[in-house]
DNA sequence: TCTGGGGTCCTAGGACCC
DNA sequence: TCTGGGGTCCTAGGACCC
């Protein structure tokens, strides 16, 4: 989905349409601001990120992700509003509804993104015929899924027809907006080496730093690479998947539906907070976040056995401690019980910055794996020592 | 002027088992 | 006093993604 969180408020605020707008950042009362204005990146003050920004808003050099202070500098009068994930995640479900009616293949990437596997609907009838006819229909294809799109929801999106999830995902990137893309193996040289590494769904910035400290900055440099050395700098399995991804090599299927395996909560505080002078609020707030946690559990009908606490100090160390019950649980009680075990063994010796809850280990009640000793072949076992 | 909230996957060490 | 070769589970941290 094209700016998916910004095009979705664009639909509330049509008068907003052409202005730079960013969402992000908490819902909050502006001192001297009429009621219902839309405040503008001047008027705010506090924590918070660009979650996502309008593309007039991504022009005076705005990005998801950066600090909302750091943007209202570049951009003081674009228009700032909170987010809505009520409202997004409606329109989650609209256009992956519209989706699966046309091509029932579908992955979920998160809430604006899917993948689809097309192969039977681009190659329908069994004939293969000439590359040609299949851009057609592949062209065509993609045109009906972004008329379906744009019918149930009103939004525009993007998308890429390549022979493989990796590609796919770097070809929907190329045209946004509202673009359509179609590659075949044959145009990865002239069409994905030139890109840089970055674009490369699994390099992140720290590995972009260790490529380009290696003199290695575009997808086809990244490819030219001795496999040998790649492996020597970024080990055997990490490696070895960069030199098939530079060369458009990706095997993964298109996963339609696969099983959650951990839920969590947390927060980041709008002050950070002193473990000792703030105890009393720490503790709402940590006790808050055990019931969400128990509430989503419930909402989604699993038990968890393994309770995990998350803490960010306010110089931005993250610590994390988690430990394992015997019984599988979805009593905010026993999490609370559980995470404040694991409390115990974190230092806390400066301000703390955000509080989070997780649980893994995820089964559904009543259908819990058996039991170890159950599992264990005992008898057997016993023979041979 | 610091840097959200929800996830997944990988690595690596240690405990423990046979 | 030294020491094999499997395996699983648990824990902590980190990279990465949307």
Redesign the pocket.
């Known amino acids: 989905m094209d700016a ?1 969180y910004a095009s979705v408020e664009l639909l509330r605020y049509p008068e907003l349409r052409g202005r730079p707008v960013v969402i ?1 950042g908490r819902r909050r009362i502006v001192d001297g601001l009429s009621a219902g204005a839309i405040p503008t990146l001047r008027e705010y003050s ?4 660009i ?1 996502t920004a309008t593309y007039e808003a991504r022009a005076l050099g705005v990005n ?2 950066m ?4 943007a209202a ?1 570049l951009a003081p009068d674009a228009l700032l509003l909170p ?1 809505d994930f009520d409202q997004y995640r409606r329109y989650s479900r609209l256009f992956k509804e519209a989706v699966r009616a046309l091509a029932p293949l579908v992955e979920d ?5 899917i993948y689809m596997d097309l192969s039977a609907l681009v190659m329908s009838g069994g004939e293969t015929g000439p590359a040609q006819v299949l851009w057609v229909r592949a062209r065509e294809l993609a045109a009906s899924i972004q008329g379906a799109v744009r019918e149930a929801t009103g939004l525009s999106c993007s998308v890429g027809v390549t022979p493989n999830k990796l590609l796919s ?1 770097i070809a929907s990137d190329l045209e946004k907006p509202g673009g359509v893309t179609i590659l075949s193996h044959d145009d990865v040289p002239t069409r994905i080496w030139p890109l840089p590494v ?1 674009k ?9 730093l ?1 490529l380009e400290a290696l003199g290695i900055r575009t997808i086809g440099e990244l490819a030219q690479a001795d496999p040998q050395m790649l492996l020597q700098h970024f ?4 490696g070895a998947w960069m030199h098939d991804a530079a060369h458009g090599r990706d095997d993964r299927e298109v996963v339609v539906y ?11 505080f709008e002050d950070d907070l002193h473990p000792v002078r703030d105890r009393e609020q720490l503790t709402r707030i940590f006790t808050d976040l055990c019931v ?1 946690v128990a509430e ?1 559990l419930q909402r989604k009908g699993y038990v968890g ?2 309770i ?1 606490l998350k803490l ?1 100090y ?11 019950i015997d019984e599988p649980t979805r009593d905010p009680v026993r999490i609370r019980r559980a995470a404040g075990e ?1 409390l115990k ?1 974190v230092a806390l010796d400066r301000r703390i ?2 509080l ?1 809850v ?1 649980i ?2 995820l089964s559904k009640p009543g259908s819990e794996p058996q039991a ?1 000793e159950a599992k ?1 072949g ?1 008898a057997s ?2 023979l ?2």
């Open positions: 998916f992000g506090g924590r918070g990120v979650t998801s992700g600090g909302l202070m750091k500098k987010a990437r998160g809430i604006d993104e995902k970055r490369v769904n699994g390099i992140g910035p720290k590995a972009t260790r080990g055997k399995s990490y696969s099983e959650p395996k951990s839920i969590s909560r947390e927060t980041t969400r989503d056995k393994t995990g960010r306010d110089n931005f160390k993250t610590v994390t401690r988690d430990c394992t694991c063994r910055r955000l989070g997780r893994g280990t170890p264990r005992l076992a016993a041979f020592d």
